[in-house]
Each structure stands twice: as structure tokens, then as C-alpha cells.
């Protein structure tokens, strides 16, 4: 069982930047994809960003390309979630999830992750 706990949400400004964690408590850490989600009030959990077991790949969706960063440290078993130039449209419950494998593609199907976290809030004031 993979418990994963984020940490680094909070209240900004837009255009602002801020750095969401994901730390696991796996071992095997390096062994697990990792994908960022995100859902606003009102709706539904959206894919963010994913990245592969050793870091090769990297997918992000279409509204945060660009901005956001996702990265891992297999080391410290912890992913990361650098997000720039930050809009009113961001704001939303950031999730980390974990699954074991990998596809070729964007891996951004929430219900192929195996393991979620508790979410930490990001608010994005105008």
C-alpha cells in the first residue's frame, strides 16, 4: 500500500509561482508512474501533468503546458509540481497519484492510478 501525502499548496496571486510536493512512503518508489490531478469546485478531477517511472517522459495537459513543471527526486521518493505564471483558472485541490507500469502516451487516465493523496489546496486570487 502506497500512502502519498502532498504539502506546498496555498493562497497566491495570479501570476505568482508555487511548488506543490508529493512525498511517498513506498520504497519502491521509482518503480510507480506519477500524475498530477486537480478538481475545482464543481468539477470534475482533471489531469494536470504525469511522469514516468525514470523521469524520461513527461506529458502535460494543454492549459498548463508551458507553465507548470513536473519532476521527481526517486532519491527522496517525491515528486514535484513547479507551477509558474499562475491563473484564477488554477485554483483547485491538487492531487498526486501513483500507478505501477507505463503506456505509450500521455497516461493522464485518473482511473489508471492506483494510489491517490489527500490533496492540498491552491488558490489563485485575481
Known amino acids: 500500500q502506497v500512502q502519498l501525502v502532498e504539502s506546498g499548496g496555498g493562497l497566491v496571486q495570479a501570476g505568482d509561482s508555487l511548488r506543490v510536493s508529493c512525498t511517498a512512503s513506498e520504497r519502491t518508489f521509482s518503480s510507480y508512474a506519477m500524475g498530477w490531478f486537480r478538481q475545482a469546485p464543481g468539477k470534475e478531477r482533471e489531469f494536470v501533468a504525469t511522469?514516468?517511472?525514470?523521469?524520461?517522459?513527461?506529458y502535460y495537459a494543454d492549459s498548463v503546458k508551458g507553465r507548470f513543471t513536473i519532476s521527481r527526486d526517486n532519491a527522496k521518493n517525491t515528486v514535484y509540481l513547479q507551477m509558474n505564471s499562475l491563473k484564477p483558472e488554477d485554483t483547485a485541490v491538487y492531487y498526486c497519484?501513483?500507478?505501477?507500469?507505463?503506456?505509450?502516451?500521455?497516461?493522464?487516465?485518473?482511473?489508471?492510478?492506483?494510489?491517490w493523496g489527500q490533496g492540498t489546496q491552491v488558490t489563485v486570487s485575481s
Open positions: 511522469i514516468s517511472q525514470s523521469a524520461i517522459y513527461t
Open positions: 497519484a501513483a500507478k505501477m507500469g507505463w503506456v505509450s502516451g500521455k497516461n493522464n487516465n485518473p482511473w489508471t492510478y492506483n494510489y
